[in-house]
């Protein structure tokens, strides 16, 4: 079980795997992609614009790691700075207001943890879009497609419906972060990675998602006209829902709920 859920943290950091911009790609068509946070700059780390998905618009946002070096240097490794969360608020809120679905990918490490992130304010921008995105008035659905890490993970994933890909792993911290706080030695990561319960199946038992992608035909057409077919039919389902933001609250309210033991 040790090496099993290691080998998961290995398959999501894949360089070959796809990204939030390949997903993109196959999935929607007409992608305009919109720019910056009206406060500060652009952040390549998270893309964001609007789509259309079958007939009808969407909001889509993706936290994007790049393949190459180059494209990983220029996207920062998928570690987003405060400015990208606020892009992607920006973008929800503008979705809200012209009734847009929004689907997100999210694929990093966790947010950027440079002093000119927390200068900016990183923690204040994902605490916001936690906050916002709770009382979103449309439909949102967030996929885990690589490493879902910590709040820079958790602020784009305040969703109705999360879902994970198979090898796609999803924690409070990284095992490596976690062996080094634990035991002063980051090279017990693959007893780290067990105890986080991290894997798709632990996230499923555990009320933290909703469903879990087979990870067959990964990165061909197969495999994206699946995902488009899934999110088209859930976007219905949801856009039918009444009460949006208050089965939202109930769902995160009933994360990590026991039964109560009567004496």
Not at 76 to 90: I, M, Q, T, W
Not at 249 to 262: E, I, W
């Amino acid at each position: 079980m040790k090496d099993a859920a290691y080998e998961r943290v290995k398959l999501a950091r894949d360089n070959h795997r796809p990204t939030g911009l390949d997903y993109i790609k196959n999935i929607f068509q007409g992608f305009m992609e919109f720019h910056g946070d009206r406060c500060y700059s652009d952040d390549p780390a998270i893309v964001g614009g609007i789509a259309t998905l079958g007939k009808n618009p969407v909001t889509v946002i993706a936290i994007e790691k790049g393949h190459t070096a180059k494209e990983r240097s220029y996207r920062n490794f998928g570690a987003p700075h405060p400015e990208g969360y606020r892009k992607a608020l920006r973008l929800m809120k503008q979705a809200e207001k012209f009734g847009r679905p929004i689907i997100c990918f999210i694929d990093t490490s966790g947010a950027y943890c440079g002093v000119g992130a927390e200068e900016r304010g990183q923690g204040q921008a994902i605490a916001e879009n936690l906050m916002e995105m709770s009382t979103l008035c449309v439909p949102v659905i967030s996929i885990l497609i690589g490493e879902g890490g910590s709040g820079g993970a958790l602020a784009l994933a305040v969703a109705d419906r999360v879902w994970m890909l198979q090898n796609a792993v999803y924690s409070v911290i990284s095992p490596e972060g976690c062996a080094s706080i634990l035991w002063k030695d980051s090279g017990k990561a693959e007893t780290a990675a067990a105890s986080l319960k991290l894997t798709a199946e632990d996230a499923k038992s555990l009320g933290v998602i909703e469903r879990i992608l087979s990870e067959k035909e990964l990165g061909k057409k197969e495999f994206y006209d699946r995902i488009r077919t899934l999110l088209v039919k859930e976007i219905k389902t949801l856009t039918n829902d009444f009460d949006l933001v208050g089965n939202r609250y109930n769902r995160f309210r009933s994360l990590g709920v026991s039964a109560v033991v009567k004496e």
